[in-house]
């Protein structure tokens, strides 16, 4: 008989398309997935273990919906703290009835009927294929493709390697043939995610496979957008740069961690690399792409951080430009290399170089988006609000991490999940503002946009 399933997913996009794969085998197989936790059978949690925030997040979660289980109702936990906690977390929270962990995604089901803390694991990672059911929220248009899975990278404040696994990619056919299936659903953009993503195909004897992959997703009929996201410094190659110049429908946007600029830091890291060695790739990155959105991630508060070396990073930031960053406090993680090194940053001084740093950052986020205000963009419509009017995205704001383009309302009658022109009228640090361009018939739009 089938189950009432509530779903709560946390953590990133690949945890994002395992949840969408256990979602999507549950669904075959009969049962249901249910928005109100009171009324399901079975409660889940997807987790995240990848900084100590997302822990605390995930454990607040599960211990919430423990206060739940009542009568039959079961409760599953699954994702990376499953993957590397289960057994602890079945001993300390007694109201888990099973653990699933990220090579086990195949048994979630098997696990709805389960008790006593079982724990599922069957290796590292589990790599989906085109073939498996997803339970994908089509609504706006876009979805996340996993092409590959683990890392080969020894980063020493990351432990994804542990828990992930060392990295495989999915054979390309494999992954196109996804792309095709997303969309004849009326997908449009596919944002493609994996923990190393310009090492793409490199494990399979491809020296050039993210080139191979983006030139044939180039070629899936319907598809109008491809965003690239964790590409990685040491491994993006030129051929990759080509392709994304070359193939129409593939987004200029690099999303590129970085991480640090101090060559100290950097070294510590297990990065390698120096500002100017940075500097020359981002140079190299704009020059084959011309102006593209480029963003990328720091750390700061890292172990043996001085005010020196983080002067050395705010530099960097406000030399480089980047149209957005993220920035996380250090985070030690159990197993770590880093976690073990002295010189631990206080927290309160960690926080205060976040929040500086950002506060550099917004405004020239501000300076930058300046550029698109005048230009004709493609969006795609996401989502209406009473109150705000409509959302969309252009090819340089991806999906949960960057801003939208407000369009109002003004009796506007669009359609979710459809591209349309949309003049940039304003912008700020974090948001484009924009008025739909309807064009008469025999322009052509494309000669409108800059």
């Known amino acids: ?264 830091m950097l070294r510590s890291m297990r990065r390698g690399g120096t500002r100017d060695s940075l500097r020359r790739l981002l140079d190299r990155v704009r020059g084959k792409l011309g102006d593209p959105v480029v963003r990328s991630t720091f750390i700061v508060g890292y172990p043996g951080e001085t005010e020196k070396m983080f002067e050395e990073l705010c530099g960097f930031v406000e030399e480089i430009r980047f149209d957005r960053i993220a920035v996380f406090r250090y985070s030690p993680e159990e197993g770590s290399a880093a976690a073990k090194l002295p010189g631990r940053v206080p927290d309160l001084v960690a926080e205060y170089r976040r929040d500086s740093l950002l506060a550099i950052q917004e405004e020239i986020a501000g300076d930058r988006a300046s550029r698109f205000v005048g230009r004709i963009e493609r969006v795609l419509v996401c989502d209406h609000d009473a109150d705000d009017g409509w959302t969309a995205r252009t090819t340089g704001q991806a999906p949960d991490i960057d801003g939208q383009t407000w369009l109002g309302d003004s009796g506007l009658e669009l359609e979710r999940g459809r591209t349309i022109d949309v003049e940039i009228t304003a912008a700020d640090a974090y948001d484009l503002y924009g008025t739909p361009v309807f064009h008469a018939p025999g322009i052509d739009a494309d000669q409108k946009r800059n």
């Open 1 to 264: 008989m089938g189950k009432r399933i509530h779903f709560v997913p946390l953590g990133c996009a690949k945890n994002q398309v395992d949840g969408e794969l256990m979602l999507g085998r549950a669904i075959a197989e009969g049962h249901e997935i249910v928005a109100d936790a009171e009324s399901s059978d079975v409660l889940v949690v997807n987790t995240c273990a990848f900084i100590e925030e997302a822990r605390k997040e995930s454990v607040g979660k599960i211990l919430e919906l423990a206060a739940l289980r009542t009568g039959d109702r079961k409760l599953v936990v699954t994702g990376c703290m499953a993957e590397r906690y289960g057994s602890e977390l079945a001993r300390e929270i007694p109201e888990i009835d099973a653990m699933v962990g990220t090579g086990a995604l195949d048994r979630f089901t098997e696990a709805l009927d389960a008790d006593g803390g079982t724990v599922f694991r069957a290796g590292p990672h589990y790599l989906p294929s085109a073939r498996m059911e997803r339970a994908v929220a089509d609504t706006d248009g876009s979805a996340y493709l996993k092409v590959s899975e683990g890392c080969d990278h020894d980063c020493a404040f990351c432990v994804i390697p542990d828990i992930r696994g060392r990295h495989a990619s999915r054979p390309l056919e494999d992954v196109v043939a996804e792309a095709r299936l997303l969309a004849e659903r009326g997908i449009v953009e596919v944002n493609l995610v994996a923990q190393d993503l310009s090492a793409y195909g490199r494990d399979l004897g491809q020296r050039d496979g993210l080139a191979a992959l983006l030139r044939a997703l180039g070629d899936v009929g319907g598809l109008e957008r491809v965003r690239c996201h964790y590409l990685y410094p040491n491994t993006l190659a030129d051929s990759a740069l080509a392709a994304m110049a070359e193939v129409g429908n593939v987004c200029p946007y690099v999303d590129m961690p970085l991480q640090h600029a101090d060559e100290t």
